[in-house]
């Protein structure tokens, strides 16, 4: 069994497309208007409109808000991913400034325009 994906589910597929273009660089590959992913070497991240999950009456996901899942993404250098990004996030979108954790992964923490956290990190360097 191979772990394939994350899919979030939203009202506005645009709209977290184009978020998640900024945040990785990637151009969202879209094969339907309700669908869009950003395929990386180790992971796929998918976005899915509620119309993708509907079939599932009152069981489907819904869109937004503070769940229990934090989107992680290994970068270079955070620092340099948070000062690329600052000039484009509200005040309210910034969770954690870059902060070196107690573990040694330096992170940053930020919400998509859903209100899911994201978390751009790097890893302590190898002693």
Known sequence: MDFASIRIITADVDRLAAFYELVTGLEAVRPAPV????????ATLAIGSTATVA???AGAPRPGGESSIIIEFL???????FARLRPRLADADVVLEPTTM???????LIRDPDGNLVNLF???AAA
Do not use: H, I, K, Y
């Not at 669908?35 to 180790?42: I, L, M, P, S, Y």
């Open 102 to 108: 107690p573990w040694g992964n330096r992170s940053t």
């Open 122 to 124: 790097t890893r302590p």
């Open 35 to 42: 669908f869009a992913e950003f395929r990386t070497g180790a």
């Open 55 to 57: 079939m599932l009456g």
């Open 75 to 81: 970068v270079d250098d955070v620092d340099a991913q």
